[in-house]
T-cell receptor, first 119, second 112 residues
Framework: GAVVSQHPSRVICKSGTSVKIECRSLDFQATTMFWYRQFPKQSLMLMAT?????????EQGVEKDKFLINHASLTLSTLTVTSAHPEDSSFYIC???????????????FGSGTRLTVV | KQEVTQIPAALSVPEGENLVLNCSFTDSAIYNLQWFRQDPGKGLTSLLLIQSSQREQTSGRLNASLDKSSGRSTLYIAASQPGDSATYLC???????????FGKGTKLTVNP
């Protein structure tokens, strides 16, 4: 199968600090990774798309200077929430895709999510 | 802009019942369609993927179909069990884009 590991699962931080969330594809090379944000009882909102070795593409309305995305290798992407504020508190989920995933019918594989609470 | 509607928003059924969840897209030009389940506070688990050349997929008690002419998909769950209780999300991509567009989900409760 295709497995995506996301860490940490929960994090509490103080306002003004930065938090890094990691997303790793464990058994496949993820050519593209996606970062989503989910508000309570809402669906997933795509924040940005990242391809290994290139700059992330952010969705309209997402502050790229606040949500820094780095996709340094084919197995790791990171999301850093800079100068976090309480309104950044949310559930963040990453996903990854590869040609292998579509070929074997896995489609997009998601991490387990990170619950960020900014106090 | 593609929008995805899932009906019903919530569903409660007794154990053993067969049920159908619905998903519709405003733009029927769906390339790949995927159904997921999400447990409270957790990430998404992929259930079924219908690729561009397919119309239907089955896995165990689950069957998903896609009618590309209407942009509608259904997820059929046979002989529901309490362990099936979760939120079910459908999502699709369109040709030329890798972006998944999600519905808001159907919250399913299967009562013992």
């Amino acid at each position: 199968g295709a497995v995506v590991s996301q860490h940490p699962s929960r994090v509490i931080c103080k306002s003004g600090t930065s938090v890094k969330i990691e997303c790793r594809s464990l058994d496949f090379q993820a050519t593209t990774m996606f970062w989503y944000r989910q508000f309570p009882k809402q669906s997933l909102m795509l924040m940005a798309t990242s391809n290994e070795g290139s700059k992330a593409t952010y969705e309209q309305g997402v502050e790229k200077d606040k949500f820094l995305i780095n996709h340094a290798s084919l197995t790791l992407s990171t999301l850093t929430v800079t100068s976090a504020h309480p309104e950044d508190s949310s559930f963040y989920i990453c996903s990854a895709s590869s040609d292998r995933g579509l070929y074997y019918g896995y489609g997009y594989t998601f991490g387990s999510g990170t619950r960020l609470t900014v106090v | 802009k593609q929008e995805v509607t899932q009906i019903p928003a919530a569903l409660s059924v007794p154990e053993g019942e067969n049920l159908v969840l619905n998903c519709s897209f405003t733009d029927s030009a769906i390339y790949n369609l995927q159904w997921f389940r999400q447990d409270p506070g957790k990430g998404l688990t992929s259930l079924l993927l219908i690729q561009s050349s397919q119309r239907e997929q089955t896995s165990g008690r689950l069957n998903a179909s896609l009618d590309k002419s209407s942009g509608r998909s259904t997820l059929y769950i046979a002989a529901s069990q309490p362990g099936d209780s979760a939120t079910y999300l459908c999502a699709g991509t369109q040709g030329g884009s890798e972006k998944l567009v999600f519905g808001k989900g159907t919250k399913l409760t299967v009562n013992p």
